[in-house]
């Protein structure tokens, strides 16, 4: 049955996205509109007139998708009556389409009214509009009756004169409209209500074959009215049990719709109306039990149809993604995200959708979409390997170490027990060297360096006998270049700048090649960039600064190149600033100041924006601070010592947010030490003496610390030694002890080839330095 209160929305409106405005229109009228108050109340087969139309249902749903989600699906049940706004691009909408197709086969045909935003019938009606649906969803050839108004500029007699009957019948509302009311339904009390709000103006064709229709419809209904309301009252004679509120207006809209169904000819609802004429309710219940099944079964299968056409839209999608994949990672992101909405249970679509955000920065869809992965049982190994893989690297930019090794370590323990089951799967070879590389990765930033070296290692040991198993393998290829760059990394941390120069030579000869096989390939693009930076720094600790520049600015056009061709890729936005900052060092080095500040200012700006697009992100926070710091360092530098104090402080501000978010996290002390130290030089250069000796004593305490854990770390020695000739300035009764410290450990440095050539004076710095002081006081007599 139809009556209103068997559904919470009074109409659902289907409409193209190009017609949201005229939309949003007609749904504030209806909403707005009351019913005149003679005719609330009236009996109709459609059940009481209301006091109001309100609540209509505006479909907001994603329309680019082109099949129905299941919200859509309820609120289409949940929905008395469907209005569609007719025009060219509805007629072209798929989505219209299958919203009317769906509630055609729902058992709502006689419940849908059309209303004309532009364009003349047929061309702007839906197929599903125009044609009978069956009630398992199949659009027939057959041509059904549409109740339709206008609602176009020029809604006059004019728009719709000329049409064929079995396309559009119109009800005459200004001659009959409380008759139409009270005898045709609330269906078409929608129309006039709808009507009398100046909502659209109806006009009627062939007025006097029209009229006589509906007073053959009039007297039949009169009739059925009657001898529903006569089995109503014997069905009601017949109740044992406890009457309920509003039962007598429930059993007559169960009759009702009996009656109805009978009339259009269903054998076994004529059946049940007889048997209900006659008072046999338990007779009647199996019939009325098998017609529900059966409307239960309908759905099912139009729900079944539907999630195998989402399938195959999800599928269609993959597919797009995977070939634009080669060339337009955005194209990609954008069509695995799609498929992921459509098919949220399929892993490989979410492994992918998860791949592409995470690479240009999207870590929080990356992480949904990871993590979703993670819950199908069905997942393969090599899939949750994956997904494990993406999580920590999303945990590690957000500075949660720890977390990320521990998805590290448990995507290592899939790909371990794997590979010993399979051994001669390739792809499970692989995903145990990325493993490898990872947890390398969050040791290294852990300040396990000597740990992190023996995991590049053995990632390095699978990725070269893949790479020489299959040259023309570029991806095998490119593992092994990454795998050569993770150990320069380490072998730079360790001071062992040869070596670690070699490794990125070698890893820059592997990704020339491959770049010159594939030109158009951004990752690529970008691997050339990232490695071009890393030899720049190595020569900049050699001092050729000459070359390090023209490795600098090589890699700042690429990442330029890169950025500018899709903005909405945080990464290669962060690249540049890299490159910039980088170009900044260089400068500096040659004292060339201006020109330093200049590159470090614009890698302020960019990772400013990255950093308010989101606060969470550790590392673009970090990159913050430090473009903070090194700006800071100019103005020292030129004698503006206020200035530089105002950008270490805003620097400390961040170093220590991070430093109490994850005290594990080694760089993040680091970074805080070196903060505590710039923030000291400022206020020191201005005879700010209190303060500035507290902050370098804090910063002197967590180098000493970090120092002390690990010997093999060149950069925390060099802070030590750095805050050891500190403090010999600024206590001068300590200044032979913090002096001999500072020159027995760079003395330590240099023997073990561990002291960069930029870094070769200390030395002979610190033993000058100590010379200055004169001979050590002789000690007193029986002092051992």
């Known amino acids: 049955m139809s009556d209103a209160s068997f559904y919470p929305y009074r109409a659902f409106i289907s409409y193209s996205h190009a017609d949201s ?62 209005i569609v706004i007719a025009s060219p691009r509805a007629a072209a909408s798929e989505y219209v389409n299958e919203e ?127 001898n529903v309301e006569a089995i109503v009252q014997k069905l009601l004679a017949t109740q044992t049990a406890q009457a309920a509120p509003g039962q007598r207006e429930a059993v007559r809209g169960a009759v009702e719709s009996v009656a109805t169904g009978a009339a259009q000819g269903d054998d076994r609802l004529k059946q049940a109306l007889a048997l209900l004429k006659d008072g046999k309710v338990a007779e009647a219940e199996p019939l009325l039990r098998a017609e529900a099944a059966d409307r239960e079964k309908r759905i099912a299968q139009l729900q079944a149809q539907i999630t195998d056409d989402r399938k195959a839209a999800a599928a269609a999608w993959r597919n797009l993604g995977a070939i634009a994949g080669l060339r337009d990672p955005k194209k ?22 998860g791949w592409y955000h995470l690479e240009p920065g999207d870590i929080s869809r990356a992480e949904q979409f990871y993590t979703r992965l993670l819950e199908i049982k069905s997942a393969t190994d090599h899939l949750r390997i994956w997904a494990l893989l993406g999580l920590g690297d999303i945990k590690s930019q957000r500075g949660q170490l720890l977390d990320s090794l521990q998805r590290y370590r448990e995507a290592f323990s899939i790909a371990d027990r794997a590979v010993k089951a399979e051994p001669e799967k390739l792809a499970l070879r692989r995903d145990l060297s990325a493993s490898y590389e990872r947890i390398g990765n969050a040791l290294a930033t852990l300040g396990n360096i000597d740990e992190a070296l023996r995991n590049y290692h053995q990632g390095f ?82 001092g050729s600064f000459e070359e390090a520049l023209k490795n600098f600015r090589a890699s700042l056009a690429i990442r330029n190149n890169l950025a500018q061709s899709d903005p909405s890729n945080t990464q290669w936005q962060r690249d540049v600033s890299l490159s910039h900052e980088k170009i900044g060092e260089a400068l500096i080095a040659q004292h060339k100041l201006s020109e330093a500040l200049e590159e470090y200012r614009d890698s302020l700006s960019m990772r400013d924006n990255l950093a308010k697009a989101d606060p969470n992100n550790a ?37 220590k947010r991070l430093a109490e978010i994850d005290p594990s996290n080694s760089q993040w002390q680091s970074d805080l030490s070196v903060a505590y130290g710039k923030v000291s030089d400022a206020l020191l250069a201005q005879e700010i ?34 805050f050891y000739v500190k403090l010999s300035i600024a206590d001068k009764q300590k200044a032979r002890e913090y002096l001999t410290k500072a020159h027995d450990l760079a003395v330590h440095l240099k023997e073990r080839r561990r002291l960069a050539l930029t870094d070769a004076w200390m030395v002979e710095d610190l033993a000058r330095r100590l010379s200055a002081l004169g001979t050590p006081n002789q000690r007193p007599l029986g002092d051992n």
């Not at 249902?57 to 049940?77: E, I, M, N, P, V």
């Not at 804090?698 to 093999?712: E, G, N, P, Y």
């Open 100 to 226: 009317i197709r769906a509630f055609k086969a729902m058992g709502g045909a006689g419940r849908v009214c059309a209303l004309i935003a532009e364009g003349v019938p047929p061309d702007n009606f839906p197929p599903a509009l125009r044609f009978r649906v069956d009630p398992d969803g199949t659009i027939t050839d057959e041509k059904e009756d549409v109740l339709a108004g206008d609602l176009s500029k020029d809604g006059e007699r004019e728009a719709l004169i000329g049409l064929p009957y079995d396309y559009v019948w119109m009800r005459d509302v200004q001659a009959q409209r409380k008759r139409t009311i009270v005898y045709a339904g609330a269906g078409a009390a929608f129309a006039a209500a709808a009507a009398a709000a100046g909502v659209f103006g109806w006009e009627h064709f062939d007025t006097t074959r029209k009229v006589e229709r509906q007073e053959v419809a009039v007297a039949g209904q009169g009739e059925r009215i009657a």
């Open 689 to 722: 003496l209190p303060e500035g000796l507290e902050s370098l004593r804090k910063a002197f305490v967590i180098a000493d610390r970090l120092a002390r854990s690990d010997d093999t770390n060149v950069p925390w020695q060099r802070l030590l030694i750095s």
């Open 21 to 82: 405005a005229r939309c949003e229109w007609l749904h504030g009228k209806l909403e707005s509109y009351r019913v005149p108050r003679d005719l609330v109340g009236r009996i109709t087969k459609d059940g009481p007139v209301p006091e109001r139309l309100a609540p209509v249902f505006r479909d907001r749903t994603d329309f680019s998708t082109g099949s129905l989600q299941k919200q859509t699906l309820d609120a289409l049940r949940q929905s008395q009556f469907l």
């Open 461 to 542: 040991i699978i990725s070269d006998d893949l790479a020489k198993t299959d040259t023309d393998n570029a991806l095998w290829q490119r593992d092994l270049s990454v795998a050569y760059e993770r150990i320069g990394d380490v072998l730079a941390t360790k001071g062992d700048l040869v070596e670690a120069l070699a490794k990125y030579r070698n890893d820059l000869a592997i990704i020339e090649r491959l770049v010159k096989s594939d030109r158009t390939n951004t990752q690529l693009q970008r691997d050339l960039g990232v490695v071009q930076n890393k030899i720049g720094l190595i020569l900049t600790s050699q």
């Open 619 to 655: 590392l673009w926070q970090r990159d913050l601070s430090i473009a903070y710091q090194k700006i800071g360092d100019v103005h020292y530098a030129t004698g503006q010592y206020s200035d530089a104090l105002t950008n270490y402080q805003t620097e400390l501000t961040t170093a």
């Open 332 to 353: 990609a992101r954008e069509a695995y995200a799609k498929a992921a909405e459509l098919e949220p249970d399929n892993a490989d679509g979410l492994a992918w959708a």
